[in-house]
């Protein structure tokens, strides 16, 4: 029970003592808006800031004061006392970096509140210059807005900067603000005497390290606001660039003086690398002949001296640094002249006084001049971070050389400055190079505004080059000679058109011409198929030399040809020839009937590598042509379209055999597709099981299977019919049954609708 209200009156006395620190102007929110104030201030004036200074300033001076006193007879300073004065300092810094932000927040207000002043005027009155607008103001704006795009993307970076800034200065004041209150809850609840001077002295660090992180913020908070306000003010300059540029470049105009103008200052500049080339020029000789006599007393010297050998180094740089320079001097040359080139261009084409054709010849002309511009600023870009890394080399170089070795040191500081002009140099050719590539992107971003003010008739012209370049682009060379798209299309052409031409002439020579020569229907086939592979050979051949393209253009695809046929394409050679002994010997003709192994049918067309044939069911078969030269092959039309046909019938036995012959020959004699040469002929051939078999054998013209077999059916139908009128029987199968049976068959009849009785009844 003692505990308890031991515990419980600490824990009142405790609270007795605790004391809640009064709001102070330090403590501000860190997300304060900007307004009329400055940005960050809390409403605290610069008064209030420089008051608080000059406070500083006091409690600083008098802790100098004690700490030059405690060290005045040479005793060593004590830290508490070094520890405040450094404190103090650093605070009396805050506040001075405070004062300057809210000087610079007021600024960037009043900067701000111009630019929208003069936005305002700019919407209601337009350009303070007088209309028409000169070419270089158009320059100038272009040039301001490039620049303020560019920082577009750091105002974003900077401001994530401030703000991460702020996080952490927030942090660090709340952190420094609970050892604060630590330090005082420890000194006041603190009974014992001797204690108290220590914890005095804690409370009164906290409080100076809590003070200087709550200005860390404060400051902190300013500058976030005043990058707000300089990003604010970016905007409203961004806008009224933006729209002073559009109303500038509806009433710009570029005269000839204004173009004289541009030109001469690039002839200044011509005439200054000039003078400069010519004198490195002449420099060149002398720092050749220096190096050569450094590196021979360098090459006679016995010992090697560190100072000769840098002199050497030294002589060589300098040689080395001339070269360079007369090398891209002549490259800055090359890109002023480019330079001229492109304002005169640029002048054209805004005042509209060039061609549609050339415009587009300037355009890729630009395009490759930027590509090219490119690599080489990349590669000086390069080289310059390569100088930079050797000049670092030698200031450190130069700092390790001992000071009483005066002649080495003076041709490394040498190498030094020859590393800077040779730095000079990479940078002006950079700069110079980089200026010419921005003037090309300028005349693209013109000749860009100039297709969009183009009509439909420009619009067809430029559909036009397309297609005409597209006609005459090549795609390959042969022997010197081009092989265009306009040459391959029309030798396709004239290939398709002339093989077409080829085809109608040789069926027209078959139709018409072929009968009158007597040749029938497969000489005219085989002699149509040669006559219009040779035509299809001359039509290329022709075609290729209408569009003046050489044979030889055609030996790599001949080379593959034959490793194909060696290798790959035996079959198809192995048929394409057999086509042609076929065309040649003609075992086989179009419209013969054929029979192989299991196809029975006419052919209807003999092609290079197959023939079709046409079978009786009207399926096309596609045979190939080795087929018919491999295989037995019955042609039943090769020689002559005569064909001996057979019907075979058979008569009851007791049938008049004489007058079965006379009416078989009747119905024979009746038919008018039986040829009476040879003359038919009819043969009682055997007696058969259960008939007199006779044969009628008689001669048709079959160009078909099927006319045989209608023949055959007439004469089956035409002697049945006879045979009927004459009271013959055409037999049919008979059997005689005989019966062994051990007892008598019971034979039993009976009458329909009765019922059955069982056996067993």
């Excluded at 009142?12 to 860190?30: H, W």
């Excluded at 022997?479 to 069926?507: C, E, H, M, Q, Y």
């Excluded at 259960?690 to 054998?697: D, M, R």
């Excluded at 078909?704 to 049945?720: A, G, K, T, Y």
Aim: glycine share 4%; aromatic share 6%; hydrophobic share 45%.
């Amino acid at each position: 029970m003692s505990r308890r209200l031991l515990l419980l009156l600490c824990i009142c006395a405790l609270g007795q003592n605790i004391q809640i620190p009064r709001a102070s102007a330090d403590t501000e929110s860190a997300d304060a808006p900007a307004t009329s104030q400055p940005a960050g201030s809390n409403g605290l004036t610069k008064a209030q800031i420089q008051a608080d200074r000059a406070q500083v300033a006091k409690d600083l001076a008098a802790a100098k004061a004690a700490l030059e006193a405690a060290t005045a007879d040479g005793a060593e300073a004590p830290a508490r006392l070094q520890r405040e004065t450094e404190l103090l300092g650093e605070i009396d810094l805050q506040l001075g970096q405070i004062l300057a932000a809210l000087e610079q927040s007021a600024e960037l207000n009043t900067s701000l509140e111009q630019q929208k002043t003069d936005l305002d005027n700019l919407r209601a009155r337009g350009p303070v210059e007088s209309a028409p607008y000169p070419f270089a103001l158009l320059e100038t704006l272009g040039a301001e807005l490039v620049t303020e795009e560019a920082r577009a993307e750091s105002r974003v970076d900077v401001i994530d900067l401030a703000t991460s800034a702020l996080k952490a200065a927030n942090e660090q004041a709340e952190e420094k603000e609970r050892a604060r209150r630590k330090a005082k809850e420890a000194l006041d609840t603190n009974t014992d005497d001797a204690k108290r001077p220590e914890l005095s002295w804690a409370l009164r660090r906290a409080e100076l390290e809590s003070r200087s992180a709550l200005n860390d913020r404060r400051l902190r908070t300013i500058e976030l606001g005043n990058q707000k306000l300089d990003s604010a003010i970016h905007e409203v300059r961004l806008t009224f660039l933006k729209e002073k540029l559009a109303v500038v470049k509806q009433n710009a105009q570029f005269t000839r003086t204004g173009l004289e103008e541009f030109l001469a200052r690039l002839d200044e500049a011509e005439y200054r690398i000039n003078r400069q080339l010519e004198y490195a020029k002449s420099d060149l000789a002398l720092r050749d002949s220096q190096w050569a006599e450094a590196r021979r007393r360098l090459d006679n010297a016995v010992e090697k001296p560190a100072a000769l050998i840098e002199e050497v180094e030294a002589r060589r740089l300098a040689r080395q640094a001339r070269q360079r320079e007369v090398t891209l001097l002549g490259q800055q040359l090359q890109a002023i002249a480019e330079a001229k080139q492109v304002w005169n261009r640029r002048f054209d084409v805004f005042n509209q006084q060039v061609e549609k054709t050339k415009i587009d010849t300037w355009e890729k002309e630009s395009k490759d001049a930027q590509e090219k511009l490119a690599r080489d600023i990349r590669l000086h870009r390069t080289r310059l971070e390569e100088l930079r890394r050797e000049a670092v080399t030698l200031d450190s170089k130069i700092a390790a050389v001992v000071e009483d070795d005066a002649q080495t040191r003076r041709w490394i500081i040498e190498q030094r400055t020859q590393i800077d002009q040779l730095i000079k140099i990479f940078s002006d050719t950079v700069e110079r190079l980089e200026g010419t590539r921005r003037l090309h992107d300028k005349l693209l971003a013109q000749i860009g505004d100039r297709r969009k003010t183009v009509d439909w008739g420009e619009k067809l012209d430029d559909v036009w080059v397309v297609v005409v370049d597209v006609w005459n682009y090549e795609l390959t060379s042969v022997s010197d000679n081009p092989i265009t798209v306009r040459k391959v299309v029309i030798g396709l052409l004239l290939f398709f058109f002339g093989t077409l031409i080829a085809r109608r002439l040789t069926k027209l020579l078959a139709r018409r011409f072929f009968p009158r020569l007597g040749l029938n229907e497969g000489a005219a086939a085989a002699v149509q198929s040669m006559l219009f592979y040779l035509l299809v050979l001359t039509v290329a051949m022709l075609s290729l030399r209408i569009v003046n393209v050489p044979l030889t253009a055609f030996t790599i695809l001949g080379g593959a040809l034959a490793i194909g046929i060696g290798f790959g394409s035996q079959n198809v050679m192995n048929n394409f020839i057999s086509g042609l002994i076929m065309l040649v010997e003609r075992p086989i003709r179009v419209g013969d009937l054929i029979e192989i192994e299991d196809l029975i049918g006419t052919v209807e067309h003999i092609g290079p590598r197959s023939t079709r044939v046409r079978a009786p069911q009207n399926m096309d078969i596609i045979v190939p042509n080795s087929s018919f030269l491999e295989k037995n092959v019955i042609n039943w039309t090769l020689s002559d379209d005569r064909y001996r046909a057979q019907v075979i019938v058979g008569v009851e036995y007791g049938s008049p055999t004489r007058d079965v012959t006379k009416l078989i020959e009747k119905a024979l004699e009746e038919h008018g597709k039986v040829l009476s040469k040879p003359a038919p002929v009819i043969l009682f051939s055997d007696f058969g099981d259960n008939a007199l078999i006779f044969e009628a054998h008689f001669w048709i013209v079959m160009r078909r299977l099927m006319e045989r077999r209608i023949i055959e059916s007439d004469i089956r139908f035409r002697v049945d019919s006879l045979f009927r009128e004459a009271g013959i029987v055409i037999a049919y199968p008979q059997r005689d049954v005989h019966l062994d049976s051990a007892s008598p068959i019971t034979v039993r009849v009976e009458q329909a609708g009765q019922p059955r009785e069982s056996p067993d009844e």
